[in-house]
DNA sequence: TTGTTTTCTTGTCATTTGGCAAGTGATTCA
DNA sequence: TGAATCACTTGCCAAATGACAAGAAAACAA
């Protein structure tokens, strides 16, 4: 029943009675669409491994208006990391963009573990690399791939969305306009 | 002598004797304009931390031509976490782009300290949530500034770089053509 | 169901940036 | 020193995308 929170945690050196430990701490959520799980200006006080459904994360940038920064979906870790680790105020929002069924760990208890389970802080390290390689190749696709390519990839890669979430959320992550996208979208249908 | 190498372990809980060994396990090495520290294809065997000079990062997109990924300057860590962590061939290349000092570490030395210094894996992870969050910026401003403004802000926050590097690295780093880089250098001089 | 709001599409035109090519200095190196 | 290469600038035109506005379609609420 907690597998997803097993298979979060999937590491070489995490296993039996420490993963157990791991999973153990991890409590079941259900939130509905719209609810903001972390808002901006608060202290993240714990993250969410996601069962079912679709997080969305965004800023604002300087005229007020949202920009997606990400997207979660099922078996990734809904976390803001800077807010989390160096307990400053969120940048970011996480809000649910459909009903989803989550798996919750706090901050103390993360930390707790992180000091006693062997084996955690090596998981980390390799989590934190994939995060860090994965939003480097975001970085060099916006500067390498036109929009079209990006908004291709994302369909393949995270098909979820398309199906759930308007078209200026979509936009705003891809770095575009929703009219843009639209434009995008019918080129494409042809 | 190693202030620069105690500078970057800054950490609270990363004091004394902990902090000593790990100063004690980094060794100097100076290297020429050019040298390629990692090259694109190989398993990272070391990370450094540089003294003096400016080291590049770049990796090679779809037509063969050189994208610049990153710029490290005095005080900063050059490494390609990816491939020194997943022990994982590099797509980037490491390569001085000045005449550079720097303190390096070999991977093994580090991975013996990551578990037998109290703190280290702290320090790793307060270290990860940093990159994370400037490269996080970095995709953000990509999307949200224009090509003046992101030069702009790469001139206040590391000006060696100007001095230093060629019109084409920058640009590509900066997401644009050596040719759009030079018609806005043309319209801020004015 | 009706009315209201949100989402999406489309048209027109402006702005940003790219592609290509020519030309000028500067640097390198044999 | 001369020839080659590299770095940078500039002009011209094309392509990609944005801004704004109107309207159609869909979702939502009373």
Redesign the pocket.
Known sequence: MKDIVRSAYRHPLLVGEDLERLVAAHHRCEVEKGKVLIPEGQVAGEYYILQSGLIRAFVHDYEGSEITTEFFVAGEIAIVPDSLFQRSPSKETLVAATNSVLWKISFDDFQLLFHQVPGFSEWGRLWFTQQLFAMKQRSLEMITA???DRYLRLVTEKPQIIQHV???QIASFL??????L?????EISQ
């Open positions: 036109k929009a079209t308007p078209l200026k770095g575009i306009t929703d009219t843009s639209s434009r995008i979208r019918k």
